[in-house]
């Protein structure tokens, strides 16, 4: 008789015939770092993340250092917001002094900056607005601007979540002008209006002031519309492609990895929440469910995995 449980008898026999395999050089760990001094403050919607300023980050970044994984994703929230979004583009922003203290005291870390205009505009959307607008192709010099001013910070990789159309070959174009040849574009292709991101709004103090963001981020029901956006972005040069969120778009994971791209997914704010509040009830085992949800990112073709669980997956996954 065929007997599938033959493999399953004892742990070692059910590690050497494991498919998929998470390693923790494949975790990224997003960071939220806010202008001014002396501030770690809790973000109470996603409970052990904090925002820091960048004389307060160094217990963070030591332990991201020290946890083996590759690096980090950074967002920057800075004092002056404005229509235009300055601060995003200023070589003396946030962000940008963030990235020079990190790259200078921590080289070995990859630092992937964020470009998207939204928690730097008042309006806190991620483009430019006129008329309760937001307007395409006057926000691409902006965030071209940004990808430029973050790649001479030392950024190792840029990253747009704006969703605007020709994002990538104007950022491209921008980053080539500019010197930056090596420097890769990993595009937030796929990134669906999700209302698992209003914890990360809290955190990156980004949450619009008018309206939501469907009119430029993906309806979450179209997976055939988002293998097109994928594509468009690979032809404008992306060299890492995205699905953003990861859980509830895993299909859209699987058809993508067919592509045969580096992929990524964004494990975001409110996956995250869901599995710490009902850790924190005592609902589930929290080790056992992060395990099983970045493993099943990887089986659907997941390459590199943003997760706000890395750190304590890092060291789990070591156990
Ligand atoms: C900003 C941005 C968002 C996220 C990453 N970059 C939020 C948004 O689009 O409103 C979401 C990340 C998360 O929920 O963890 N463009
Ligand atoms: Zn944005």
Redesign the pocket.
């Known amino acids: 008789m065929k007997r599938f449980r033959r493999l399953r008898s004892g742990e070692a026999l059910r590690d050497l015939v494991r498919e998929t395999k998470v390693h923790k050089s494949e975790l990224i760990y ?1 960071i939220f770092i806010a202008d001014g001094e002396n501030i770690k403050k809790p973000v109470d919607s996603m409970p052990g993340v904090y925002q820091y300023s960048i004389d307060c980050a160094d217990e963070l970044l030591q332990s991201i250092e020290s946890s083996g994984i590759s690096g980090l ?1 950074i ?1 920057g929230i800075p004092k002056y917001k404005d229509e235009t979004a300055s601060s995003a583009y200023d070589d003396n922003g946030v962000t940008q002094r963030a990235i020079r203290y990190i790259k200078e005291n921590y080289p070995k870390l990859l630092v992937i900056a ?1 470009v ?4 730097y505009t008042s309006h806190g959307h ?1 483009g430019v607005v006129h008329d309760h607008k937001i307007v395409n192709d006057e926000t691409l010099p902006l965030l071209s601007k940004m990808a430029v001013s973050l790649a001479k910070s030392g950024a190792d990789i840029i990253a747009p ?3 605007m159309d020709g994002r990538v070959a104007a950022i491209r174009e921008a980053l080539d002008k500019n010197g930056f040849i090596d420097t890769p574009i990993m595009s ?1 292709s796929a ?1 669906f ?2 209302s ?6 809290d ?2 103090e ?3 002031c008018f309206g939501d ?1 469907k009119t430029y ?1 993906m309806d979450g029901a179209n997976g055939r519309e988002a293998l097109r956006e994928i594509e468009d972005d690979i032809a404008e040069s992306a060299d890492i492609v995205m699905v ?2 990861a859980l509830a778009y895993l299909d859209v994971v699987k058809e993508a990895s067919r592509l045969g791209y580096p992929l990524a997914v ?7 929440s869901m599995v710490k509040a009902a850790a924190q009830n005592g609902w589930i085992d929290e080790k056992k469910i992060v395990l099983e949800n970045l493993t099943a990112m990887k089986r659907a073709g997941a390459n590199i995995i ?1 997760t ?1 669980h890395a750190l304590d997956a890092a060291r789990w996954l070591e156990e």
């Open positions: 997003p994703l967002f964020d998207c205009l939204c928690e991620c979540s704006d969703m937030y990134k209006a999700s698992y991101y209003s914890p990360f709004r955190a990156a980004s949450a619009p963001r981020q953003k969120p964004y494990n975001v704010s409110g996956e995250y943003i706000y």
